[in-house]
């Protein structure tokens, strides 16, 4: 049976003896005043009775644990919060009708981020945050990695994780990966995870815990560390177990050793799933996509106040950095919305990259603030090696910069561009050539690329609707209520002052010829350094009934197993003939290893 909250305390349960009687009437008076609350003043009390019983619940379990040894390290704790698919709009303060009361509070009081960007589908965004690298740097420029895919996050480049694993950090990942699985070395404790509890795909359902890629190829899909978590098989919503677990984290880690938390929530991608008690507070919504969407944001802005919570309890809040983050825009068709934002997730309009992001630590110098400087997901990489006092080595190129002191003490950022992508395999702008690009840039080719005030979008930068909030009917979007445009035949190429212009309504790709030059001569400086995509075919083996009905790694080095049985094979021959002529024993040398494949 699914806890009540996002996130119960986490299992096993505390002794018995340490709940006295008073604390028990205690906890149901708080609780019946919540309720009492609830009804009387409606999203102003709403939560904090039940952040009193949680925060209870924490310290009873808690109970008479020690107080930490030693002294307190100097390094701060990092706790990374992705969410998935929410769109800018979705969080209260931008104002949604969602409520998000946990998300508005730690934003006040921390830094919102109010010029950041991320990439517009799953697997990029999160390659460059634990890389630091542009996809173009990856081979990761096309698309996402898919399931059946002998593909991954490539095995030389060194991750955050390993970098902060150098300078004493415990790293935990829970949550969703989706940044390859085929072989063991692409698993997370591969990439620098102490642990991890989640799941490898980009999505599944929410109790189950169950994939189908295509008809046929259906499989489970949730992992502790390296083996299937079977034993979580148990129909508890994703969003809860992975608060759970990161409550047991912190419960059983000294907050005198630094520790790393990589929190990458399911929620709220599709599909659309959530407790049944989230979906109280929005019956007045119509769309029961967007009713949906709305309970589980509920759900998740729930399990982040108890995550907060478990920081406070067990002694690491005062020394924490806690960075928040969606990976890419809302996709109206599933409930999220973008608006005033253009575009939606999978595009390269704002609404599929600008995204909802926020810091809140004690450590920041200058709290409740906006940041209107330039910050993309990249920075994070060198931003938390930084904060952690690791090292980065100087051959390794990155494309992310240390930002810390523009977010804590409000100074100019070192960004000044951002290449938001080149993908030289989508070229669907039919009407795109090397012509239109003034003989610099073949603008059939899907690009993006900001440069201070100025963003060009060259090829099919997909789907450019605005979508209203009153557009979400009980049918869905209705694309009738929204501000459709229709692409102009032979367009391929726009302009567009960001700064000016955030809603990307005015295209001044022909007013300024010069500067639309420039930018297309920034995209083909950054395609010089781009490496090969990787984006292989479908592999079979890949089918979980092959792998007893899982999703896991599936890659065999057979060409190993050749090479080994061919080696045994003329061994055999050399010692018969030995034997036949009579000849002194050989003398053995030690064998090379066979070559393996590259991930």
Not at 192 to 219: A, Q, V
């Amino acid at each position: 049976m699914a806890p009540r909250g996002c996130a119960g305390p986490p299992r096993p349960q505390p002794p018995q003896a340490w709940v006295w009687p008073g604390k028990m009437l205690a906890m149901g008076a708080l609780a019946g005043l919540w309720v009492l609350s609830l009804l009387t003043y409606g999203y102003l009390s709403w939560g904090q009775g039940l952040e009193e019983e949680e925060e209870g619940a924490l310290r009873a379990q808690a109970g008479d644990r020690p107080e930490p040894s030693g002294a307190a390290t100097s390094q701060p704790h990092l706790i990374f919060i992705l969410a998935d698919d929410q769109g800018f709009r979705d969080v209260g303060y931008h104002g949604s009708e969602i409520k998000t009361p946990t998300l508005d509070k730690l934003a006040a009081e921390g830094v919102k981020l109010e010029n950041y960007y991320v990439q517009p589908i799953c697997t990029p965004s999160r390659s460059q945050f634990i890389t630091g690298k542009y996809q173009i740097h990856t081979g990761l420029q096309h698309s996402i990695i898919r399931p059946t895919q002998p593909n991954c996050l490539p095995l030389d480049n060194a991750t955050l994780p390993q970098k902060l694993k150098e300078v004493g950090y415990s790293t935990h990942m829970v949550g969703k990966w989706h940044l390859g699985f085929y072989r063991k070395e692409c698993m997370p404790t591969k990439r620098g995870f102490d642990t991890f509890f989640g799941s490898l795909l980009g999505s599944g359902d929410y109790y189950t815990h169950y994939k189908c890629d295509s008809p046929g190829m259906c499989g489970y899909d949730l992992y502790e560390n390296d083996n299937v978590a079977w034993d979580y098989d148990n129909g508890i919503y994703s969003t809860q177990m992975y608060t759970q677990r990161v409550q047991q984290i912190l419960a059983s880690h000294s907050p005198t050793k630094p520790i790393f938390l990589y929190i990458a929530y399911q929620a709220v991608h599709s599909p659309l799933q959530a407790p049944g008690r989230y979906f109280e507070h929005y019956r007045s919504i119509v769309n029961i996509n967007r009713r949906r969407y709305a309970a589980m944001l509920s759900c998740l802005d729930e399990a982040i106040n108890n995550v907060t919570l478990a920081l406070k309890t067990y002694g690491f809040y005062n020394n924490s950095i806690i960075i928040y983050s969606s990976d890419n825009g809302g996709q109206p068709m599933a409930g999220g919305s973008n608006w005033p934002l253009r575009g939606s997730k999978g595009t390269y309009w704002e609404g599929g990259i600008r995204a909802i992001g926020f810091v809140h630590s004690p450590l920041l110098k200058n709290k409740g603030t906006v940041c209107k400087e330039l910050v993309h997901i990249t920075d994070w990489y060198p931003t938390l090696i930084s904060l952690a006092e690791g090292q980065i080595d100087e051959n390794i190129q990155l494309d992310g910069y240390d930002i810390w002191e523009t977010i804590s003490e409000g100074l100019r950022s070192p960004r000044v561009d951002i290449l938001h992508n080149i993908d030289p395999i989508y070229t669907k702008a039919k009407n795109g050539s090397l012509a239109a690009g003034y003989g610099i840039w073949n603008t059939a080719i899907q690009s993006a690329i900001r440069v201070q005030h100025w963003k060009l979008l060259t090829g099919n930068p997909g789907y450019g609707d605005w979508v209203p909030p009153q557009s979400f009917s009980n049918l869905g979007p209705n694309r009738w209520h929204n501000e459709r445009i229709t692409l102009s035949t032979g367009k391929s190429i726009w302009l567009f002052n960001i700064t000016a212009d955030p809603y990307e309504r005015v295209d001044l790709s022909s007013r300024y010829p010069g500067i639309v030059k420039k930018l297309l001569k920034r995209l083909s400086q950054f395609n010089k350094t781009a490496v090969p995509v990787r984006y292989p075919p479908k592999d079979p083996r890949s089918n979980p009934r092959l792998n007893g009905g899982v999703w896991g790694p599936w890659y065999k080095e057979e060409n190993k197993k050749k090479k080994v049985s061919k080696n045994k094979a003329e061994k055999k021959k050399k010692k018969s003939k030995t034997k036949k002529k009579q000849q002194p024993k050989a003398r053995s040398f030690p064998h090379c290893r066979a070559g393996v494949t590259r991930g």
